[in-house]
């Protein structure tokens, strides 16, 4: 199966529009929603059935025990996250308690134990295709583990795919990394601002260090003529193949509020990804035999 | 950071407008700092414009075995929640990008054998703009996490301002609660989707779990309906300004201007939009006086 990532540093630039009209164009029988913080495309690729739902436990968190507790305030000095606060007694702040269980390791009275917990829930819809995502419970971290669960659901259940499509993360911290791992081609979604140039810069020198092969597009060209200029000399001159523009659709609002992708409506918009998608799909097999 | 003001600017996502209001917000005011708590794709910089006038690096502790002293006993292996470090071939490896700096390998290490040492993972840069003094956050590429960034920059900022404004992280994991902790008001900025309502909805959650006062931010709003309306309508959160999809804004925007400067009437508002937060907070302080 070949894996295909729709990354673009920031997110409103038009990775899930750019996501959702590919998995139609291509048919895809397998995609996942690795944007665990603000999953969206879910709202878009309407499903028949529910989904399985399955709890995503992060690693436990301390739980200091009141009883136990002699106020030694070693837990507190120990913690590297300011998870520990002393207010009428110790309490553990769950949000920012990262489960690296040191205050277990230096308490002397064996006041504290490490409880599960929840942190987000993992969705796998089954529909003919297979389309995977989860949500991450808010103030939750360990976002990165669970991008790699929703990969994880998506290849167990859809060995016999040839192709997914993999909506990304926004930025470039732990769920970005661990979204490209074990991709073949990332296509960068940019668009022409001073803020999307400075965005993709930075997510093509994340992404340098992985295999993946990267290709660059620009969203709502039209809007800065310009700025697409300089994002597409910066491609040539770094040797990033560039795959295309998508002007800007002023209907695509209001389709997306349909629950429909720029696929299902012929214009410009979907002539000019039916190239990305073609343009992509040769770099996707250069080099196979 | 003590300064009269704070308010946080939030969206579920990214490329709703966040930094534009955060960044017209901060020159609107009197004497204020800008704090880009975005560090993975901080662009705050390129609209409050300066040569970097100051940089502070942010280093985290990262373990280091000697392995003069080691005697390969696993006890740091087993212990590490997060499997950054290894025995392999005999030599215990650590990690470093899994790393969290826990400091649990060394408090743990019978050997003493466990130093630890500074790595570099970004770094704070200072700017002047007009009235703004202009903090940026900076991540190294490649580095999994910038929390110690935005803790560090919350927490050293010098005081003396009338309003701070800080650009939060987009999405509401863990990372965005460092920048509002410290918050007395929230700006939730939402776009005219579903989308941008189903993230709305996420970050005005984050805001009931903290118990912060907040208000929404319609941006690029074009006469339609609009789920994200709906949904401020449907949970009282007030809706401060309207921002309409324009494209003289998305110029201004596209080249690194501030809409303050480009046009009066935006100015007149975002001017009215700083005076309602700030009557807002005030209130909420007065009712808290008198419970």
Not at chain 1, 203 to 211: N, R, V
Not at chain 1, 247 to 273: E, H, M, V
Not at chain 2, 12 to 24: E, I, P, Q, R
């Given at each position: 199966m070949k894996k295909i990532l729709i990354l673009s540093g920031k997110g409103g630039t038009g990775k899930t529009t750019l996501s959702s009209a590919l998995i139609r164009l291509l048919d895809a029988k397998a995609y996942a929603d690795c944007d665990v913080d603000a999953p969206n495309l879910h709202l878009v690729m309407e499903e028949e059935n529910e989904p399985?739902?399955?709890?995503?436990?992060?690693?436990?968190?301390?739980?200091?025990?009141?009883?136990?507790?002699?106020?030694?305030?070693?837990?507190?000095q120990n913690c590297r996250f300011d998870a520990i606060t002393n207010i009428n007694g110790y309490i553990v702040n769950?949000?920012?308690?990262?489960?690296?269980?040191?205050?277990?390791?230096?308490?002397?009275s064996d006041a504290i134990e490490m409880v599960p917990r929840v942190i987000g829930h993992l969705s796998l819809y089954k529909n003919g295709h297979v389309f995977s995502t989860a949500e991450l419970k808010m103030g939750s971290g360990n976002s990165g583990l669970l991008v790699t669960e929703v990969k994880k659901h998506l290849y167990v259940n859809s060995k016999n795919a040839d192709i997914a499509i993999i909506d990304g993360s926004p930025g470039i911290g732990c769920p970005v990394i661990a979204s490209i791992s074990g991709v073949d081609l990332v296509i960068l979604v940019s668009e022409p601002t001073i803020s999307g140039f400075s965005d993709m810069e930075r997510?093509?020198?994340?992404?340098?260090?992985?295999?993946a092969k990267v290709a660059v597009c620009v969203?709502?060209?039209?809007?800065?003529?310009?700025?697409?200029?300089?994002?597409?000399?910066?491609?040539?001159?770094?040797?990033?193949?560039?795959?295309g523009t998508i002007?800007?659709?002023?209907?695509?609002?209001?389709?997306?509020?349909?629950?429909?992708?720029?696929?299902?409506?012929?214009?410009?918009?979907?002539?000019?990804?039916i190239k990305i998608m073609e343009r992509s799909m040769k770099i996707l097999n250069e080099g196979d035999n | 950071?003590?300064?009269?003001?704070?308010?946080?600017?939030?969206?579920?996502?990214?490329?709703?407008?966040?930094?534009?209001?955060?960044?017209?917000?901060?020159?609107?005011?009197?004497r204020a700092v800008y704090l880009d708590c975005d560090v993975e794709e901080p662009n705050g910089h390129l609209f409050l414009k300066g040569p970097v006038l100051e940089a502070f690096d942010v280093d985290l502790p990262m373990p280091e075995v000697n392995l003069d002293l080691c005697d390969y006993c696993r006890k740091c292996v087993d212990f590490c929640a997060f499997n950054a470090?290894?025995?392999?071939?005999?030599?215990?490896?650590?990690?470093?990008?899994?790393?969290?700096?826990?400091?649990?390998?060394?408090?743990?290490?019978?050997?003493?054998?466990?130093e630890e040492y500074n790595k570099n993972i970004g770094k704070i840069e200072r700017r002047h703009y007009d009235n703004v003094d202009v903090y940026t956050g900076i991540l190294n590429p490649g580095e999994e996490s910038g929390t110690s960034i935005i803790k560090k920059m919350m927490t050293t900022i010098p005081s003396g301002y009338e309003t701070a404004i800080i650009d939060s992280p987009p999405g509401s994991a863990c990372i965005v609660m460092d920048s509002i902790e410290d918050a007395d008001y929230c700006v939730l900025v939402a776009e005219p989707t579903t989308f941008g309502a189903h993230n709305l909805r996420m970050v005005h959650e984050l805001t009931k779990v903290f118990n912060k006062p907040c208000g929404a931010v319609l941006n690029k709003t074009n006469g339609e309906e609009d789920p994200s309306r709906i949904y401020c309508m449907d949970n009282n959160v007030p809706i401060l300004l309207d921002i309409p999809w324009r494209k003289d804004i998305s110029d201004y925007i596209a080249e690194g201007s501030l809409v303050v400067e480009k046009d009066k009437e935006l100015s007149e508002s975002f001017a009215a939009l700083l005076e309602r937060i700030s009557q807002e907070v005030q209130n909420e302080k007065n009712t808290y006086t008198q419970r």
């Open positions: 399985l739902k399955s709890d995503f436990l992060g690693l436990p968190a301390a739980y200091i025990d009141p009883a136990k507790c002699i106020s030694c305030d070693l837990c507190r769950d949000h920012a308690c990262e489960g690296c269980k040191v205050c277990t390791l230096v308490c002397p997510i093509i020198k994340t992404s340098e260090g992985f295999p969203n709502k060209f039209d809007l800065h003529l310009e700025n697409t200029e300089k994002i597409i000399s910066y491609c040539s001159e770094n040797g990033i193949p560039f795959v002007p800007f659709d002023k209907d695509a609002s209001s389709l997306i509020n349909q629950g429909k992708t720029l696929a299902d409506k012929d214009g410009p918009a979907r002539d000019s990804i | 950071m003590d300064t009269n003001l704070k308010i946080a600017v939030l969206s579920g996502k990214g490329g709703t407008g966040k930094t534009l209001v955060a960044s017209n917000l901060a020159k609107i005011a009197n470090l290894a025995l392999i071939s005999g030599r215990v490896k650590v990690f470093d990008k899994i790393c969290h700096s826990c400091g649990g390998c060394k408090v743990i290490c019978p050997q003493n054998a466990i």
